[in-house]
Nanobody
């Protein structure tokens, strides 16, 4: 069992930055790939990006590539989502999720554990 807790969301102006954190319980956190997803009102939950257990591989959606960076500190059981050059269209609830897969799976159904989400609002 893995419990995930996101933090770091908030209100920011367009062009600004935020760093989200995903803190996990469990002693085998490094065995889990972690994905970051977001869901805007009326839209489906979409993958923003993810990082494999060792941190050796990352994936980013085209919409955030070059602006967002995912990293992890397995000693702290934490994965980070650094978001720069934020745009109003980045406004959404952001969720982290974990899976035992050795790659960054694209679909929500591939993830076993989810955090409760943190809201990011970008004003224009």
């Amino acid at each position: 069992q893995v419990q995930l807790v996101e933090s770091g969301g908030g209100l920011v102006q367009a062009g600004g930055s935020l760093r989200l954190s995903c803190a996990a319980s469990g002693r085998t956190f490094s065995a889990y790939t972690v994905g970051w997803f977001r869901q805007a009102p009326g839209k489906e939950r979409e993958l923003v990006g993810g990082i494999t257990g060792s941190g050796g591989s990352t994936y980013y959606a085209d919409s955030v590539k070059g602006r967002f960076t995912i990293s992890r500190d397995n000693a702290k059981n934490t994965v980070y989502l650094q978001m720069n050059s934020l745009r109003p269209e980045d406004t959404a609830a952001y969720y982290c999720a974990s899976t035992r897969r050795f790659y960054v799976a694209r679909s929500t159904s591939s993830y076993d554990y989810w955090g409760q989400g943190t809201q990011v609002t970008v004003s224009s």
